[in-house]
């Protein structure tokens, strides 16, 4: 399955802000962030426009171009994917953008992630990539996997006794859990209670410049 395998941290200083995608390192001293908040490439001086001492207006191609590389990087989705994910929140009735973020928000890896049992997206789609979690009864590895109202995701007996899902028993989310989604670190267990609206989606992004963006 195709991912983004190259440095993470130049995505948060291409952003030029932090998007939390290693995890507990991105809060502390190590995090690449806090020591060079610069564009990477050359002639990047920290300005904008490429030329050094002078600052460009971005263009609003420009805006909605980084509102979608932003989001589809916070997510971890490659581009194909993410061309998916608009089409079918363009086909559904409602608000376009909101509906785009509730298919990323329904992915398996972001579920565990909100839930506390991983550190980072990435992480989430390591520990279901190896088979760790089961939907339902139902042992699923693909991090897209789409959970439904009512669904139950449920770290497998035999996983239970592994260091990441341990902590996450002993000392309970990171973050606070959106009301969406309801976590039994003791069972190991999430639930589904619903679809989420966009007031308990807190990521940072501005949906309708990507709406924009795939309307050209």
Same mark, same amino acid.
């Given at each position: ?16 802000? $932090? ?10 001293? $190590? ?38 590389? $932003? ?20 086909? *559904? ?99 589904? $209670? ?17 709406? *924009?963006?795939?309307?050209?």
């Amino acid at each position: 399955m195709a991912r983004y395998t190259q440095a993470v941290c130049r995505l948060c200083r291409r952003e030029g802000q $932090k998007l939390y995608l290693k995890g507990t390192r991105c809060y502390g001293p $190590k995090c690449a962030w806090e020591k060079r908040q610069v564009p990477p490439g050359h002639g990047s001086g920290g300005t904008q426009g490429g030329k050094k001492g002078r600052q460009v207006k971005p263009s609003d191609y420009a805006l909605q171009l980084r509102a979608k590389q $932003k989001c589809r990087r916070v997510y971890g989705v490659l581009e194909t994917q993410f061309r998916r994910y608009i089409g079918d929140a363009q086909r *559904e009735r409602g608000v376009t953008g909101e509906a785009l973020l509730q298919h990323l928000e329904r992915r398996l890896d972001n579920v565990v992630y909100r839930s506390g049992f991983a550190p980072s997206r990435s992480a989430a789609r390591q520990v279901v990539r190896h088979r760790h979690f089961a939907v339902n009864g139902r042992v699923v590895d693909i991090p897209s996997f789409a959970v439904r109202a009512g669904d139950v995701v449920e770290v497998r007996e035999s996983s239970r006794a592994k260091k990441p899902f341990a902590e996450a028993k002993a000392t309970g989310p990171g973050g606070q859990v959106p009301g969406w989604l309801e976590a039994d670190w003791g069972q190991f267990r999430i639930t589904v $209670k619903g679809v989420p609206t966009r007031d308990q989606i807190d990521t940072d992004v501005n949906e309708a410049l990507i709406v *924009e963006y795939y309307a050209r």
